[in-house]
């Protein structure tokens, strides 16, 4: 299947995933906030230019908040994501080109231990801009803090079982 057309067949399910299913389960407690979506930008490939990633982050984002009816939270956080998923990649990956050959990010890429730090990285800053948006507040640190770290543990989790159950096959780079 083409690249661009699985990455919309993504975009598409990503988000209804995240508004028909995950929006709707009764809150857990009030740190939980399930978010699986931001999964989409992780998933993207690595050669697509900064400028376009933010760009598809933002749009990625405003999509979200249209359907939840938030005024740009979503779209923030995936922005930011989006801008540092490059900085984060150049970081977790071997310098050297003709090492690495795979398209996108995915254990079978870049190795368990790098892609779940890769994860673990921009899923915190996904969830702490967005909480901080949300509460917008300074008083209580701790609800701050607690919900960051809880909100990031069950999205963590929710990437993992994913990953587990739609294992990727990665194809290689070609100098076609």
């Not at 988000?15 to 809150?27: D, G, R, T």
């Not at 690495?100 to 702490?128: Q, R």
């Amino acid at each position: 299947m083409n690249e661009l057309v699985k990455n919309i067949i993504r975009f598409v399910v990503f988000i209804l995933f995240q508004v028909f299913i995950l929006n709707k389960i009764p809150p857990l407690h009030q740190f939980i906030s399930p978010y699986l979506y931001f999964l989409f930008l992780l998933w993207l490939p690595f050669r697509i230019p900064r400028l376009s990633l933010t760009l598809t982050g933002f749009i990625f984002g405003l999509s979200l908040d249209f359907f939840t009816k938030t005024p740009g939270l979503h779209a923030a956080a995936c922005t930011l994501m989006a801008y540092m998923r490059p900085f984060i990649i150049n970081i977790l990956i071997p310098k050297d080109e003709s090492d690495f050959n795979y398209v996108a990010p995915a254990p079978s890429s870049m190795g368990w231990s790098p892609y779940i730090v890769y994860i673990l990285i921009l899923t915190f800053v996904h969830n702490t801009y967005l909480v901080f948006l949300e509460w917008m507040q300074f008083g209580n640190f701790g609800y701050f803090l607690g919900k960051v770290v809880a909100t990031t543990g069950v999205s963590f989790l929710l990437i993992s079982i994913t990953e587990i159950l739609f294992y990727r096959k990665q194809k290689f780079r070609t100098n076609i």
